[in-house]
Nanobody
Framework: QRQLVESGGGLVQPGGSLRLTCAAS????????VGWFRQAPGKEREAVSC????????YYADSVKGRFTISRDNAKNTVSLQMESLKPDDTAVYYC???????????????WGQGTQVTVSS
């Protein structure tokens, strides 16, 4: 059974950093596109960053470009999202998910983690 588990969320002050990690079990992440998504209260879930190891495609939402970095550790079967210069608008539940091919369309990702809360507040 394919499962994803996110970790690393928490409360951080504006300007601070967090590193989220998505760990997979039951399958190998390197064979899939991995995306990080977030959903704030009252808003739709949106793609934050997506990465395909097959062709190297990487996507960052405009709102996080230059602040967030997605990376893989194939030995650990994990994908991380390093978040710098965090803002209150980054507050949301963050999810990782996998897709068969590179896409930023939420509905095309078929395996999802349970999410981890990120709160940016002073």
């Amino acid at each position: 059974q394919r499962q994803l588990v996110e970790s690393g969320g928490g409360l951080v002050q504006p300007g601070g950093s967090l590193r989220l990690t998505c760990a997979a079990s039951g399958f190998t992440l390197d064979h899939y596109t991995v995306g990080w998504f977030r959903q704030a209260p009252g808003k739709e879930r949106e793609a934050v960053s997506c990465h395909s190891s097959n062709d190297g495609n990487i996507y960052y939402a405009d709102s996080v470009k230059g602040r967030f970095t997605i990376s893989r550790d194939n030995a650990k079967n994990t994908v991380s999202l390093q978040m710098e210069s965090l803002k209150p608008d980054d507050t949301a539940v963050y999810y990782c998910a996998t897709a068969e091919f590179f896409t930023i369309v939420t509905g095309l990702y078929d395996v999802w983690g349970q999410g981890t809360q990120v709160t940016v507040s002073s």
